[in-house]
């Protein structure tokens, strides 16, 4: 069985904050993707990044970076100089050899941004 | 990328009732399509899988008689909710991906607001 642990169930920070969401996953499977999804209040699903379990570097993407750390199954997520309209759920999701197309979902992080 | 949308956004119905929400892919043939439910403040739980002209698979603890899923098309897939009752009410979001193997990528719908009342 697969697992996606966020254990950081809220985080409230003030704008211009850097913050780092974690992620910690358990799979048995050696081929494997890790993904970062935001849920703003309307709902809707934001793909942020999908990440290739033998693809170990890490990424920037304007504001948002990850760190991909396979020795401690971790993959992170930090947003710097955070702003008020990064206030939104973030899931980390995982999918494996064994799932096929099927995504765990961890439980989320509510970051609030305040101003 | 690919985009998914869902039919309705929001629906209100009366206990008792059955409510169908419709799953479409726009631009591309959706092999594979996935129903997750979410309820406030929870994570999102996959309810079922299902492939383009065969039976839905259903994840363990989901009713298949109260959840009917129909993919009846490669654009198009529907969960229908029977005999809603209150505890019904959710959030629920469709996916669409080209197959069911790793590789493949899955697109999210905008969701749908259920309230039973």
């Known amino acids: 069985a697969q697992k996606v642990t966020q254990a950081q169930t809220e985080i409230s920070v003030v704008e211009k904050e850097d913050v780092t969401l974690d992620c910690v996953y358990e799979t048995r499977d050696t081929t494997y993707y890790l993904f970062w999804y935001k849920q703003p209040p309307s709902g809707e699903l934001v793909f942020l990044i999908r990440r290739n379990s033998f693809d170990e570097q890490n990424e920037i993407s304007g504001r948002y970076s990850w760190n991909f750390q396979k020795s401690t199954s971790s993959f992170n997520f930090t947003i710097t100089a955070s702003q008020v309209v990064d206030s939104a759920v973030y899931f980390c999701?995982?999918?494996?050899?064994?799932?096929?197309?099927?995504?765990?979902f961890g439980e989320g992080t509510q970051l609030t941004v305040n101003p | 990328g690919a985009v998914v949308s869902q039919h309705p956004s929001w629906v209100i119905c009366k206990s008792g009732t059955s409510v169908k929400i419709e799953c479409r892919s726009l631009d591309f043939q959706a092999t594979t399509m996935f129903w997750y439910r979410q309820f406030p403040k929870q994570s999102l739980m996959l309810m079922a899988t299902?492939?383009?002209?065969?039976?839905?698979?259903?994840e363990q603890g989901v009713e298949k008689d109260k959840f009917l899923i129909n993919h009846a098309s490669l654009t198009l897939s529907t969960l229908t909710v029977t005999s809603a009752h209150p505890e019904d009410s959710s959030f629920y979001i469709c996916?669409?991906?080209?197959?069911?193997?790793?590789?493949?990528?899955?697109?999210f719908g905008p969701g749908t607001r259920l309230t039973v009342t």
């Open positions: 999701a995982l999918n494996s050899e064994t799932s096929g197309s099927r995504l765990t």
């Open positions: 996916s669409a991906g080209s197959g069911q193997e790793i590789s493949y990528e899955q697109y």
């Open positions: 299902s492939n383009e002209g065969s039976k839905a698979t259903y």
